[in-house]
């Protein structure tokens, strides 16, 4: 990959994040160390990270890593969580209001139109896990843990949950709530948490090349792929293949698909408009 030239106007938010751009790829690093906890602050931040990206056709695919250090993110702050039990309301309010923004933040990664890819080198535990299964892609090294470990501490991780269940079998999502036990990259790899397991020393650069490949693709057809698949993963078999017939026609019809299938029968690249 080149190397990473900074975006200005998302460096604030008292540094929490680190984003940098470079082929069409956005990073964006938790860089709040010792835990990258998922503050009511962080959870703002990377909320504005991910809209941002949204509508910049530069952007093709979004890394979230964590900047060096031996947590990726612990999951929500419970220290700036406790602190609000001395609320009126023992602190419903606040938890309400987190829990919120937490899961509008975790539904903007699933239903981005870029592919988001999580880059983990560290502990990922609670509302941190449930970052990284929000995700479309995950590789991890072979230090990377993860945990949801609510149940240790009488708090069941229902919201980290919401996306496990819908990653892993029921029977591996219910093993990781209800014993609240780390798992390591490699039983990680095995439940459909992560894509891969890689050396420390090699994450970049396979991360790089998934996200490389993937940004050559026209942003068209990543958008409509990426928005189908969770559609019809939610809806019964019949009408799963009803929307995504439909979803295949108007791609179909699209001048990147003209383009693409053009292009492989003159045995040539394709040049991608997005249109």
Known sequence: MNERAKVPEQQANGELLR????????RVELANPPANA???????ALQVAFDAARGEANVRVIVLAAAPGKVFCAGHDLKEMTAHRAD?????????ETMRECAT????????????IAEVDGVATAAGCQLVASCDLAIATERASFATPGVNIGLFCSTPMVA??????RK???EMLLTGETIDAGQARDFGLVNRVVPPEYLNQVVGKYAQTIASKSPLTLKIGKEAFYQQAEMGLSEAYD?????????????????????FIEKRDPKWTGE
């Open 243 to 263: 929307h995504a017939s439909r979803v295949m026609v108007e791609n179909m019809l699209a001048r990147d698909a003209e383009e693409g299938i053009g292009a």
């Open 19 to 26: 984003v940098s751009d470079a082929g069409g790829v956005r």
């Open 172 to 174: 591996h999502a219910m």
């Open 38 to 44: 998922l503050s009511r602050a962080m959870i703002a």
């Open 164 to 169: 496990l269940s819908r990653n892993l079998s």
């Open 105 to 116: 933040l975790m539904q903007a990664i699933v239903r981005h139109p870029k592919p988001v």
């Open 88 to 96: 009126a309301d023992r602190g419903r309010a606040f938890y309400e």
